[in-house]
């Protein structure tokens, strides 16, 4: 007997029968609800948010309230982990990251150590993440997370949002040694952080590559599964997600890892994603975030549309990318429910 | 007998037995050479350039004459055409093209209009086309291009550069007739624009669509397929280069094009496009332009590995995207000439 009273996305990862398709939303907690954004006015920007335990619980756990999703999602950003390593960042109104210092030499890589006490420097994510757990009281179970080492390289390099990130390419083509030595310092640090997460009471780790898509075959092999795959191997204790944002061709590859759960963008077909990574793996995804912008009719059809693809039915309904700030909560509602009212035969 | 001292690529795109592959680049033309860089300073913008004929010519043939590329392509932007029906450009330095005016609405439709005289609004182009050729003097064909509907109307509802567009995917979803009225009025436009191309000597035309892959495969077939078709069906003097960034999923869709060749980005699998499209187009593509910032053993090395992977010799060898602004010109000659070296046996 489960201690959760909707264990749901648990069961689905484990593959076992279920009832219903579980769903959530990746960025759920954020600027789409309004109840988010007066926390958020209250406070001198994001990162005070983040920062702060008490809130950061109260906005996670305000879209199971709200929306009725099957899972909590820490609110946190993928970029602590830069920042405890060494690189301070600031979060710009509708700009994005911004990080003063970058490493793009040799001589730069001494900015991050993967020598720091991370259950200190992260303590208040792990204390959100506790805060988190009392509150909710065993409703649904609660999602860690972090960036893969990859993406977070891309961030380290080039110092805030990019459409090509091409500074971050510069250095994996230029000097690949020094891509290495940076991928395996986040790989220890991301893998500690990981597991404080866990300790805290983290049900569940995914691992968002955000950047994954930016790489070809090729490089991604070498300079991204490889320290997803240590990732994976190193946490055993709870089913982990890889979310592998545009990395199509390496699907086959993913579906390799040590991982419970692997993530689709709205790119990636269903049957086909199924047909390449097979049927040992949960899939979680992939509406286009877009749709929401759509009628209520529009969205419940292609809702279903994307629930009738579920071949195997071991999936998980979710976004293929995270959702849009303008998106009209009734509208995210809408998708929500149309998953809860299709039953699975 | 060709008129062309080098009609290589011409041959290619025809599928006849060639000697070697040939080599052009995406943005060829532009920052990377210092003798392009010299004629931008001595004007006041890009859009001078783009719309003197004269100069637009001389940038044009920097990169036969300095690169030894095989084919030509007339320095331009996608752009001209949104302004061209109704909505004004800048090119703001650093940050890219910037539209006073967009179309979000069904009442902000009438600011593009498709009943313009398209020779008298873009001779500058057609203008740059026929100096080219003269000065050119049939030493290598000369590509026109366009963007493709979708790609153009991404810019006119954004009015921007965007990491998602989805203000544009908005209208798609929230407003399909709009966006295909848009479409409609873009594509009749483009196709009057590359037949006024071809008339001033355009030899091969390629169509741009920068922004494919932010769709989901059904948004794509409706929504970009559809209008590139039009397109294809309606340019018949000359062969078309059809380059759809990221949309992987769409290439057998695309492989039944009324077209001679399909452009590949760097995440698409040579082999596996090959298997997809079939053996009765040109593939043209795909090193990944940051291959570029490697030492010159790593490029010769990965661009021999590229021109290896050309299982039935009927490839153009390309960058699977635009070269960055920031290549070393001796790295873009290794490519070229390690291409120019290698014989087909």
């Not at 749901?8 to 484990?14: A, F, K």
């Not at 309004?34 to 619980?57: D, H, I, N, Q, W």
């Not at 749709?291 to 279903?304: G, P």
Request: net charge negative; aromatic share 10%.
């Amino acid at each position: 007997m489960s201690k959760y009273q909707n264990d749901l996305i648990l069961r689905m990862i484990n593959g076992e029968k279920t009832e219903r398709y579980p769903v959530w939303l990746m960025r759920q907690a954020g600027r789409i609800l309004p109840e988010y954004r007066a926390v958020r006015a209250s406070l001198s920007g994001f990162k005070e948010l983040v920062e702060t335990p008490e809130l950061a619980a109260e906005v996670t756990i305000q879209p199971v309230d709200i929306l009725g999703v099957d899972a909590a999602i820490v609110f946190s950003d993928i970029l602590v982990v830069p920042e405890a390593m060494g690189l301070e960042y600031q979060m710009i109104e509708k700009k994005g990251p911004w990080f003063e210092k970058t490493i793009r030499s040799d001589e730069e890589l001494h900015l991050i150590s993967d020598e720091i006490d991370v259950a200190d420097r992260l303590s208040y994510v792990f204390e959100a993440i506790k805060c988190t757990k009392r509150e909710l009281n065993n409703r649904v179970p609660l999602i860690g997370f972090s960036g893969a080492p990859w993406t977070i390289l891309c961030y380290m390099v080039e110092g805030e949002g990019s459409k090509t990130f091409s500074k971050a390419k510069k250095v994996l083509y230029s000097n690949s040694a020094l891509a290495h030595k940076m991928l395996e310092k986040i790989t220890k640090v991301t893998i500690q952080y990981l597991k404080h997460q866990i300790e805290a009471g983290a049900d569940i780790i995914q691992i968002f590559d955000s950047w994954s898509g930016i790489l070809g075959p090729a490089e991604y092999s070498e300079f991204g599964t490889k320290y997803v795959r240590m990732i994976c191997d190193a946490i055993t204790d709870v089913p982990v997600t890889v979310f592998a944002k545009g990395a199509y061709y390496a699907r086959k590859e993913l579906s390799e890892l040590n991982c419970e759960t692997i993530g689709l963008d709205w790119n990636m077909d269903i049957r086909e994603s199924r047909a390449i990574i097979g049927d040992d793996k949960t899939l979680q995804g992939n509406l286009d975030p877009c749709t929401l912008y759509s009628d209520f009719t529009v969205i419940e059809s292609k809702t279903k549309k994307l629930l009738n693809s579920f071949g195997n039915k071991r999936h998980i309904a979710n976004l293929g990318h995270g959702v849009y700030p303008d998106t009209d909560p009734e509208k995210v509602k809408c998708f929500i429910e149309t998953v809860k009212g299709f039953a699975i035969n």
